[in-house]
């Protein structure tokens, strides 16, 4: 029987996935085979080392020490794509709110309480005018999921929609409207745009690039749209941009201290995922992508292991993480014919500093084999399905 331990409170609709007579979870596990977490911090949490697998129910991994999970050979897996409904309806929201002046206005109407609040209603809304989207030109960076997804829908509200990632996948190509323009440059398309909603990852590449530079190319009085991640746009330039009026409006996901008294930014409570129907759908996907890698050793949505998929054929299952490096499979397959195990099928994969491989074997794997795997130099994790 495999135990899950839950870290948070996981959708009941996702533990329904776990089969009761071969699945034990609880919060107070010990000993887990895998871990179900949302938005606890596990970087000071001891790995146990039974522990093969973390499922995040959520697209962001910042609370889970990634590289001393990589060094130990347990895979970390999050939920792209699950929560992306739930995001694109509030970057919609985002943008009507940066465009219609409706936050301020709000804002102001319940300052009026005790006075004659339908006169006053009437002479001052002028002062909350703000321009329809209808027409305009929207930026969108980073056509992932989420980026696809408002995409389209933008179009579909009549927008001027084009589209920059460099990186694009062939599935979000697919699922894309024909009418997103494709832009050459992120330059260009920052340069052009009414409005520019931001859907990167975060990384060194990433972190900031939402500078002066940047801002310097904008129209003057654009909307920035930011529910990725805060660490996108550099604080300082933004509110040097928002004071001369470089950028008009910024909504973002992310509040700071810094930015949330200031004008013309509506600091939203990080609520991008915070639907029933959006931790329903992390859930049942963590929990599945869990179920596959135990029973299978099948790898989907992983952020430190490659992608690695493979119908079970044989009698038996080898699967096997190691640090990328030459000559490993060269060292594991003579191994097998020395034990006179016959390989039904395999594969091999790997993604920066580390490599996975899936070994469907007729005969022979017991832990005495695992034991001569595990002693190859730069073998993190192996284990018998």
Same mark, same amino acid.
């Given at each position: ?83 992306? %409904?739930?995001?694109?309806? $509030? ?103 009414? @409005? ?14 939402? %500078? ?37 409006? @910024? ?42 890698? $135990?029973?299978?050793? %099948? ?56 490599? @996975? ?29």
């Amino acid at each position: 029987m495999y135990k899950i331990q839950t870290l948070n409170k996981i959708s009941a609709k996702g533990l329904e996935q776990l089969n009761h007579d071969r699945y034990e979870y609880a919060s107070e596990i010990i000993n887990p085979d895998a871990i179900l977490v949302r938005s606890q911090d596990m970087h000071s949490m001891e790995l146990p080392s039974t522990l093969k697998a973390i499922a995040r129910a959520g697209a962001g991994v910042n609370n889970i020490p990634i590289d001393k999970c990589s060094s130990k050979g347990i895979v970390v897996f999050n939920t792209p794509g699950a929560n992306a %409904n739930a995001v694109k309806e $509030l970057v919609l929201l985002a943008i009507l709110l940066s465009s219609r002046r409706i936050y301020p206005g709000i804002s102001w109407v319940k300052s009026l309480a005790g006075g004659d609040v339908k006169a006053l209603v009437e002479k001052h809304k002028s002062a909350y005018v703000g321009p329809e989207i209808k027409g305009k030109r929207l930026g969108v960076i980073g056509l992932g999921a989420i980026g696809v997804m408002v995409a389209n829908d933008a179009v579909g509200l009549g927008m001027d929609v084009w589209g920059y990632d460099p990186y694009i996948s062939v599935e979000s190509a697919w699922g894309m409207s024909r009418s997103v323009k494709k832009s050459t440059s992120l330059d260009s398309l920052i340069a052009e745009s009414d @409005y520019i909603t931001i859907h990167t990852p975060l990384n060194k590449d990433t972190r900031e690039m939402m %500078n002066a530079g940047k801002f310097g190319m904008m129209k003057k009085g654009a909307r920035l749209i930011n529910f990725a991640r805060g660490e996108l746009v550099n604080h300082a330039d933004l509110k040097e941009a928002l004071s001369n009026g470089t950028v008009s409006f @910024y909504v973002t996901d992310f509040p700071t201290d810094d930015i949330i008294t200031l004008d013309n930014v509506i600091p939203v409570p990080h609520l991008g995922a915070s639907t029933p129907e959006s931790e329903e759908n992390c859930a049942i996907m963590a929990v599945n992508q869990l179920v596959d890698f $135990l029973e299978s050793g %099948n790898i989907h949505n992983s952020v430190n292991f490659p992608e690695c998929v493979l119908p079970f054929y044989g009698k038996k299952r080898l699967v096997i993480a190691n640090r990328n490096v030459p000559n490993m499979i060269g060292q594991i397959t003579p191994l097998l014919a020395e034990h006179k195990i016959n390989i039904a099928d395999m594969l091999n994969k790997s993604r920066g500093d580390y490599a @996975y491989n899936i070994i469907d074997v007729d005969n022979g794997a017991d832990e005495a084999v695992l034991g001569k795997i595990m002693g190859i130099e730069g073998v993190l994790m192996a284990r018998v399905i």
